[in-house]
Every structure is written in C-alpha cells, then in structure tokens.
C-alpha cells in the first residue's frame, strides 16, 4: 500500500517524495481551507513543498489506515512549528497539530487520487488567526 511510503515521504520533508507516492498523473485534492486541486506530481510536489516551507519540522503521523480493495481511508495528525507563511496563515511561529482524514483511490501500489480533509477553524485556531 502507498500510504506508508506517503507517510515516509512527508516525515522526510520533501515535496518531490510525497509526489512519487501518486501516480505520475495523480490527483490530490484538498476540500478544506484554503483548498486545492493538485493533477500530477509536479504539481502535487510544488503544493507539499510549501507545507514543508511553512512547517519546516512537520510530521505526518498515521492513526487509523484501512484497506476496502483500491479504497484507502487514513486518519493522521500534521504536526510542526509554523515558521513560513501559507496564503491566509502568516506564521507566528506556533505549534500545529492538525487532525484529517485522507479518502485515497489505490492503484498500482500508488495513490491515483487523495481527498484530503481536515477542520479549518481547528487549522485558523491553531495558527493565532481564529479565537480558540
């Protein structure tokens, strides 16, 4: 299964890893803020690499993943220091331990599409931009 190797990928804080975890014309799609639709890997490194940029000792780690044929469903926790801005979350330099669940179409071994989502109010809390 990809998951792992998508987990590996994140925890070695490099975009261009994560994008070798879907297939070449993969698709992420985040549906949460500020939200994202990412077709194939070069995109999809570009996107990683700014998460890394903005959190640059993240974390991904993997609670739950379940298998149902060439379904994935994966809950996981990112987590890290937001030093660099994201657009609409300027760092200050706080802790982020985001909780989502990643919704992943299995091919190959390889993620062929990943619906990301998480609670964008826990996200805008955490980063100091939303009362928590």
């Excluded at 940029?53 to 990112?78: Q, Y």
Aim: glycine share 12%; net charge negative; hydrophobic share 45%.
């Amino acid at each position: 299964m990809g998951i792992p190797r998508l987990a590996s990928a994140w925890n070695a804080r490099s975009g261009v890893a994560v994008s070798e975890a879907f297939a070449s014309d993969g698709v992420r799609v985040e549906y949460a803020l500020p939200g994202a639709r990412l077709e194939g890997r070069e995109a999809i490194a570009v996107h990683a690499e700014a998460y890394v940029r903005a959190v640059p000792d993240c974390r991904l780690e993997i609670r739950a993943a379940t298998e149902h044929g060439e379904v994935a469903v994966v809950e996981w926790t990112f987590r890290g220091t937001h030093t660099g801005d994201l657009p609409g979350l300027p760092a200050q330099g706080e802790e982020v331990a985001l909780d989502g669940v990643s919704v992943c179409a299995m091919e190959g071994g390889l993620i062929r599409e990943e619906r990301v989502y998480w609670d964008a109010a826990t996200l805008l809390a955490g980063a100091g931009v939303l009362a928590g």
